[in-house]
């Protein structure tokens, strides 16, 4: 039996002991932020019911020539609760707040939003507005109405394999299109995501945050999908055209055959496809 597969979780915990470990104030505790590397600065933002670790695939990628920020967003992993009620703007301003204290009040940088974190991204953009060099969207929700709910497998009151089965269910339906690809880390992370999840984010994207964001933003946007994103639930078509609507310039890059978590089933694709979006954008003088 190899290593990894005893100790499935081991990538991240490499990652987070690399990592420089910060925290900034979020309701009445605090946000926590992982960096690595040196270089311009790539903020990105993780997924609904998630934490830094959606992104295990994509810092070793880029920590060489960026200066890598991956927080746990409000409500979310290790970061406390925003406060009660919270909307978007306001979980936008704790992040913004938190990058100001980390990179300083003028520092450019590029966002990178995943899922809920595209939506957050979005107003982030808003707030940092001539600080921000591009705003790129992975799996953006929100844009159209789903046909059906998407329903997943309740976790709380499940132990063992049966706890497991449960998280296979909902890696399936919601993040990885490819069964092959739901390997052992893919099923810790959603444990262990799942495990610490308190904010309501589908709340949050219904109210189609990225229809307030989108059409103000003056930097570039970028849009990438896994080919068959929650295909089950929405047509990839009506999505880019949504996104049309609001930012009609935008070409959506695809990556294929990968589903929603495109950064983790995909990571060369994807990463490859981020290199040449962030290597396009004109640097901020």
């Known amino acids: 039996m190899s290593h990894d597969s ?3 979780l081991a990538p991240v915990r490499q990652l987070a002991t690399d990592a420089q470990r910060s925290e900034s104030p979020c309701g009445d505790g605090s946000m926590v932020w992982r960096s ?17 670790q959606h992104w295990v695939r994509t810092v070793p990628a880029f920590s060489a020539t960026h200066r890598v920020l991956a927080p746990d967003l409000p409500g979310l992993g290790e970061s406390a609760n925003p406060p009660a009620a919270a909307d978007m703007p306001t979980i936008a301003a704790i992040v913004a707040a938190g990058i100001d204290g ?31 060099r591009s705003l790129t969207l992975l799996g953006a929700g929100g844009l159209v109405r789903p046909r059906t709910p998407i329903t997943l497998e309740r976790v709380r ?5 049966a706890l497991m089965q449960a998280h296979r269910t909902n890696l ?33 994207i219904t109210l189609r945050p990225l229809a307030v964001s989108l059409p103000q933003l003056r ?33 959506p ?27 396009a954008t004109p640097r901020i003088a």
């Open 172 to 204: 399936q339906r919601s993040m990885i299109a490819d069964l092959a690809h739901i390997d052992a880390l893919a099923l810790a992370i959603q444990a262990w995501n799942s495990g610490l999840s308190r904010l309501n984010t589908p709340a949050l």
């Open 36 to 52: 690595w590397g040196d270089g311009h600065a790539l903020v990105l933002l993780h997924g609904g019911a998630g934490s830094w």
């Open 219 to 251: 930097m570039p946007v970028n849009a990438i999908w896994g080919e068959r994103d929650q295909i089950a639930y929405y047509t990839l078509e009506d999505r880019i055209a949504a996104l049309r609507v609001l930012r009609p310039e935008i070409e």
């Open 102 to 132: 980390l990179l300083g009040p003028n520092a450019t940088y590029d966002i990178v939003g995943f899922s809920f974190g595209a939506s957050v991204g979005g107003h982030l953009a808003l707030l940092h507005a001539e600080r921000v």
């Open 6 to 8: 005893l100790e499935p």
């Open 253 to 279: 890059h695809i990556i294929p055959s990968a589903g929603h978590w495109a950064a983790y089933e995909a990571p060369d694709a994807f990463n490859a496809t981020l290199a040449e979006l962030l290597c």
């Open 157 to 161: 009151d499940k132990t063992g394999e």
